[in-house]
């Protein structure tokens, strides 16, 4: 009998703050004639790394690396501010909201949990690393393609929040939508 692989990921808890500004910045595209889906305001996180169909038996194992990870790390601060879109506005395919501010510990915790994720078997990254909250998503093809340079164009009051966790999540793909379970919390900075 195979084992049943779930979809994970691992990331940051961000401020309920984000839900204002997402829902602020949904208006500048509700009457867009594309086709666009937005993330549920409960489902807003941070990705630190997207682990794909995970093993349940891994499950344990990768609790143990992020709480090693975790904890080698104290608590940091960002700021969300921005927005922007992967890969082009001509053409965008996800709509996301920045983060700045003390990036390197960030930018270190990354690091950590890819190199604890690799020799575990999940593939690295191909691409660099690039920090943000994804708010949208559009696929192709459609009829239009959004106009999002009111979007792009949007400001908002940057929102400053701490970095104390990092979560582990499964992500379930049902015809309502998607479910998110948390599979675990790690807070950072606590010792072992």
Same mark, same amino acid.
């Given at each position: 009998?195979?084992?049943?692989?779930?979809?994970?990921?691992?990331?940051?808890?961000?401020?309920?703050?984000?839900?204002?500004?997402?829902?602020?910045?949904?208006?500048?595209?509700?009457?867009?004639?594309?086709?666009?889906?937005?993330?549920?305001?409960?489902?807003?996180?941070?990705?630190?790394?997207?682990?794909?169909?995970?093993?349940?038996?891994?499950?344990?194992?990768?609790?143990?690396?992020?709480?090693?990870?975790?904890?080698?790390?104290?608590?940091?601060?960002?700021?969300?501010?921005?927005?922007?879109?992967?890969?082009?506005?001509?053409?965008?395919?996800?709509?996301?909201?920045?983060?700045?501010?003390?990036?390197?510990?960030?930018?270190?915790?990354?690091?950590?949990?890819?190199?604890?994720?690799?020799?575990?078997?999940?593939?690295?990254?191909?691409?660099?690393?690039?920090?943000?909250?994804?708010?949208?998503?559009?696929?192709? @093809?459609?009829? +239009? =393609?959004? %106009?999002?340079?009111? !979007? /792009?164009? $949007?400001?908002?009051? @940057?929102?400053? +929040? =701490?970095? %104390?966790?990092?979560? !582990? /999540?499964? $992500?379930?793909?049902? @015809?309502?939508?998607?479910?998110?379970?948390?599979?675990?919390?790690?807070?950072?900075?606590?010792?072992?």
């Amino acid at each position: 009998m195979s084992e049943r692989l779930i979809r994970t990921f691992i990331s940051i808890p961000i401020p309920k703050d984000v839900r204002s500004k997402k829902n602020m910045l949904y208006s500048t595209l509700e009457d867009s004639p594309s086709n666009i889906n937005w993330v549920k305001n409960e489902h807003l996180h941070l990705t630190i790394k997207f682990l794909g169909n995970t093993p349940e038996s891994l499950f344990d194992e990768i609790k143990t690396e992020l709480v090693q990870v975790a904890s080698s790390i104290r608590p940091f601060d960002l700021c969300i501010d921005k927005t922007g879109c992967f890969p082009l506005p001509e053409r965008p395919r996800v709509l996301w909201l920045g983060i700045s501010g003390h990036i390197s510990p960030l930018q270190n915790l990354f690091v950590n949990i890819e190199k604890k994720m690799e020799n575990m078997g999940f593939a690295p990254e191909r691409e660099e690393y690039f920090p943000h909250i994804t708010l949208a998503r559009v696929k192709y @093809p459609q009829k +239009f =393609t959004p %106009d999002i340079s009111t !979007f /792009l164009k $949007s400001s908002y009051d @940057p929102i400053d +929040f =701490t970095v %104390d966790r990092v979560q !582990f /999540l499964s $992500s379930e793909l049902l @015809p309502s939508g998607t479910l998110y379970t948390l599979l675990g919390s790690f807070p950072l900075g606590e010792t072992l």
